[in-house]
Each structure stands twice: as structure tokens, then as C-alpha cells.
């Protein structure tokens, strides 16, 4: 749902003209129970001894209760009715963003005659215990275990719909059995961090413009006056142009999937393929021609994987695979598209590379330094040589090494011809002491 500023159609009275029965409610009514989920922010403070405090939130604690404190017109009570559902909804989130705490949808229920929802409860995000799955969880290795969430706070409201229409309170529990959030932190609660639409336009034009999550935050940040009043994390900031992408790209990637698909309808020795993304193939590509294919055949032993061309449309990695022929020429072993660079993706895109060249390991393989390519290649070429690119080892020294060039400009040359001229182990061993020797205060 879009985000939007609702408004509050409030009125105050008592909570009469009800459907019947001791709440207001027919006795040909369903509970509904609502799936819960607990990767709610923090987890519970210590409770309090049996004695009165404030905290610095502005809530007073007896006997470990968190009781908040502040303007009792903007507080929920039994008998405060709304225009809609949504709109006491909105009212209480709105309530628990003020006084420090999530909220989500806890239970329904539903009318017997025609199934409509006749009454809701909106509770603290620390409701209740999370729910483990002995048989589950037995054989199986937890990798990272899960901050636990669920602390059995009781504060809630109720709300039930009345013969004319509208909503009206009917059950409100303000204590809370947890520490709440200074306001200062409030923005990072689940039910809080929405990205409303000047941001969401914001992001757009940076993101067309080449920044990346991190920066186009601080843009936010700088713009807003603070990370509290930006209302989302980082986090969502890169989902929402992770998802922004993606949309913007499924047309284009139809394109280049029908073009790869009537090349294969043309020619029999063309291999392509897609990784589905669920139920659309959205995912990463890789394809090799009849002369890619043959090519790796005769010239396959030592391969070159390049990932630093993003000059496209959409700054997404175009990766080649490449190598050398007889003549010193460089050849084409095949091409992809990444659509991200995780472990798994490279893992897919050498396997189903390998695929298309009929299964042959290279002897040795370059890329650039990267630990994720590093794994993928040590899973699908266990015994091939893994070699990283001279070119991004010079320009990482330059990076790692720069207070160093800086005041000893002789430095660089001296390094590249170490690093260029032996022609064997031994010889380069005795270049690079020589060079330790004579500028070991470089080091220093």
C-alpha cells in the first residue's frame, strides 16, 4: 500500500447500538487467529524491581509494568470511535510511535452470515511467546540463532464494529511488561518505517543518477534533518531499489531472453540459459555461441572472468568469459548478465557455464579479488588454480599503499618491474628482497 497521511474521523460515545451479546457482538461470529511474525527490532529490556520509576521515555515502571505517559486526548479508550477499520489502525500505530513500541494485527473476527470482519485487535509487537517447532528445529544445525522478541506484553486495543457503521473501542490495555523505545529510535520499529512518496520519488532520481543505498541515506538524512525523521532504515532504502529494479528490468530482460531464443532457434550449437526467480525469469543469463563453444575446446586451459563492465543501462554486471588463442588473440568463451553478486548467483553462472562447454575444468582461472567469486570458484573448480587479475592487484596497492606512493614516488616503478620483468619463481623471490632491502623504509 502506498504511504499516505490518513486522517482521523473521531467521535466520542458510548458504546451502545452494538449487534447484540455482552460486547456488542452476535453470537454467529468466528475467531480468526492471525499469523504472527516476530522479526519485530530489539528485544526485551530487563523488568524493573517492584518499585516506581520514570524512564526516559516518559513512562512510569511499578513492579516491572511500563506504564506510558503523555496526553491523555491522545490516548485510546473504551468508547472512542472511528470511520474505519483503517482508520483505528492508523490512530493506534500512531499512539505506539509517540509512546515508543511496534504494533501489528493480532486476532479477527469474522460474521457467521456473510463473513465480514466484525471485530479486530491490534496488539504490542512483543505479544505473546514465540512458538518452537520441537520436531523442526531437533536435526537441524541453527546457523544464527534468532533474538527473541516475544516477551507475553499484554497492551492492545480492541475495536468492533457497531450497527451504524463505525468503530468503536472496546477493549484497551495501555501497560506494557517491556522497556520502551527512546524516540530517538522509534523510526527503526517494524510497523513505523514506511517510505512515503516524496522519498520514494528522491530515491528514484539518485538511483538513476548512479548512487547506491548508502549514499543516497545520507542525501536523505542531510535533507530531512536526521536519521529519525527520515522514517526508514538503510535496509529498506536498498529493498525498495532492489524491487524499483527489478520492475524496471523485466520488460528489457523479455526482450534479451526472445533474442537468445530465436538465436537457438537458428543456430542448434547455441547454448543459453536463465536462472528463474520463482516464477518469473527475472534472473541472472549467460549464453555462448558455436564459436565461443569451439573456441574453449582448443584454447580452454587458462580462462580470464572479467565482472568490471557496467557501462549498460541498468550499471548491472556484464561478465565475459575469455582466454587466448595460438596467435596471442583474445577469444570469447561466453558472456552473462549478473543481476546480483552473491555466492549463489556465481555458483549458478559457473556451473551452467561449464555446462555449455561440455563439462571440461579449466586448468587455471583469473578473476579479480573478490571473496565471493573466491568461493564460488573453490566449489565448482576444486582443482583448477585460482589466479587473481594483475590489474586489480596494482590498483589495490595503489589504494592500500597510497601514503606510501605518496612521499616515495620511486616506489611504484620499482614495484611494477619486480612484478613484470622475472620470468621465473626464483628470479622474482630475489627481485622482491632486493626491493625489501633497499627501501625497507617504505614499510616503516
Not at 468466528?30 to 518499585?51: F, K
Not at 516518559?58 to 472512542?80: A, H, K, N, Q, T
Not at 512458538?131 to 516475544?150: F, G, L, Q, S
Not at 587466448?324 to 549463489?344: K, R, S
Request: net charge neutral.
Amino acid at each position: 500500500m502506498d504511504n499516505q497521511v490518513l486522517s482521523f474521523d473521531i467521535e466520542f460515545g458510548d458504546c451502545g447500538g452494538g449487534r447484540g451479546g455482552s460486547d456488542g457482538i452476535s453470537d454467529d461470529a468466528i475467531e480468526i487467529d492471525h499469523p504472527i511474525d516476530d522479526q519485530d527490532m530489539g528485544a526485551s529490556g530487563p523488568l524493573s524491581a517492584a518499585v516506581s520509576l520514570r524512564t526516559p521515555r516518559g513512562s512510569v515502571v511499578r513492579g516491572g509494568i511500563y506504564i506510558p505517559e503523555g496526553e491523555l486526548d491522545l490516548e485510546p479508550y473504551e468508547g472512542m470511535e472511528f470511520e474505519s477499520e483503517e482508520a483505528a489502525k492508523a490512530f493506534y500505530n500512531s499512539y505506539a510511535r509517540r509512546v515508543g513500541f511496534s504494533t501489528r494485527v493480532s486476532s479477527s473476527r469474522r460474521s457467521r452470515r456473510d463473513g465480514a470482519i466484525i471485530k479486530r485487535s491490534f496488539v504490542c509487537a512483543k505479544e505473546g511467546f514465540r512458538n518452537v517447532n520441537e520436531k523442526r528445529t531437533k536435526d537441524r544445525e541453527i546457523k544464527r540463532a534468532r533474538t527473541i522478541t516475544r516477551v507475553g506484553c499484554k497492551a492492545m486495543m480492541a475495536v468492533k464494529i457497531q450497527d451504524s457503521g463505525k468503530w468503536v473501542v472496546g477493549g484497551f490495555v495501555r501497560e506494557h511488561n517491556h522497556e520502551l523505545v527512546p524516540p530517538d529510535q522509534v523510526h527503526c520499529l517494524r510497523s513505523h518505517r514506511q517510505i512515503s512518496g516524496p522519498a520514494k520519488t528522491l530515491i528514484d532520481t539518485l538511483q538513476a543518477a548512479g548512487l547506491g543505498p548508502r549514499r543516497i541515506m545520507s542525501a536523505l538524512i542531510k535533507e530531512y534533518g536526521g536519521i529519525n525523521k527520515v522514517g526508514f532504515t538503510e535496509v529498506d532504502c536498498r529493498n525498495y531499489m532492489r524491487n524499483n529494479k527489478q520492475r524496471n528490468m523485466e520488460g528489457d530482460i523479455q526482450i534479451l531472453i526472445d533474442y537468445l531464443r530465436q538465436m537457438g532457434s537458428e543456430d542448434p550449437n547455441f547454448f543459453y540459459a536463465v536462472q528463474a526467480d520463482g516464477d518469473h525469469a527475472t534472473g541472472n543469463v549467460v549464453w555462448a555461441d558455436a564459436v565461443a563453444r569451439m573456441n574453449y575446446t582448443y584454447f580452454g586451459d587458462t580462462v580470464k572472468f572479467d565482472t568490471t563492465y557496467r557501462y549498460n543501462r541498468y550499471r548491472l554486471p556484464f561478465a565475459q568469459f575469455t582466454g587466448v588463442n595460438h596467435h596471442g588473440q583474445p577469444v570469447l568463451f561466453g558472456c552473462a548478465f549478473l543481476i546480483n553478486e552473491t555466492e549463489g548467483s556465481f555458483g549458478w553462472l559457473f556451473e551452467t557455464w561449464l555446462a555449455a562447454v561440455s563439462g571440461r575444468h579449466p586448468v587455471s582461472i583469473t578473476t579479480d579479488h573478490d571473496p565471493v567469486i573466491r568461493l564460488a570458484i573453490t566449489q565448482v573448480f576444486p582443482e583448477a588454480r585460482h589466479r587473481f587479475c594483475k590489474w586489480h592487484i596494482f590498483k589495490q596497492c595503489q589504494e592500500k599503499l597510497s601514503h606510501v606512493l605518496l612521499h616515495f614516488p620511486g616506489f611504484e616503478a620499482d614495484f611494477h618491474k619486480c612484478v613484470n620483468l622475472p620470468e621465473s619463481i626464483d628470479e622474482f623471490e630475489s627481485c622482491w628482497l632486493s626491493l625489501l632491502d633497499r627501501n625497507v623504509y617504505y614499510t616503516t
